[in-house]
């Protein structure tokens, strides 16, 4: 079992900055690759960015490459999303997952089995 819990959302004016945060605990946080998704109202949950264990593959959506930056510590058990040039668009739920099961960076949904509860970031125009 994962226990995922993310910080760090809130208001923002477009092209802003914003810094949201995942903690994990349970299992060995530091084998497994962690992934950020976003859910806007009335939209399918979208992956946004991942990382592998050792930090040193990154995948990014369309969307947000040149603007996201997902890192981790696994010291602290903990994986980031520094968002910046942030646009209306960008306002959503962001969660963060965990796959346990790959060891591969990918964006599929339906391979990552633990999820945090989300946290809001809004981005105003």
């Known amino acids: 079992q994962v226990h995922l819990v993310e910080s760090g959302g809130g208001l923002v004016q477009a092209g802003g900055s914003l810094r949201v945060s995942c903690t994990a605990s349970?299992?060995?946080?530091?084998?497994?690759?962690m992934g950020w998704f976003r859910q806007a109202p009335g939209k399918e949950r979208e992956f946004v960015a991942g990382?592998?264990?050792?930090?040193?593959?990154?995948l990014y959506a369309d969307s947000v490459k040149g603007r996201f930056t997902i890192s981790r510590d696994n010291a602290k058990n903990t994986v980031y999303l520094q968002m910046n040039s942030l646009k209306p668009e960008d306002t959503a739920v962001y969660y963060c997952?965990?796959?346990?099961?790959?060891?591969?960076?990918?964006?599929?949904?339906?391979?990552?089995?633990?999820w945090g509860q989300g946290t809001q970031v809004t981005v105003s125009s």
């Open positions: 997952a965990v796959d346990t099961r790959g060891a591969r960076v990918d964006s599929t949904r339906s391979d990552y089995d633990y």
């Open positions: 349970g299992r060995t946080f530091s084998t497994y690759v």
């Open positions: 990382i592998s264990w050792y930090g040193g593959t990154t």
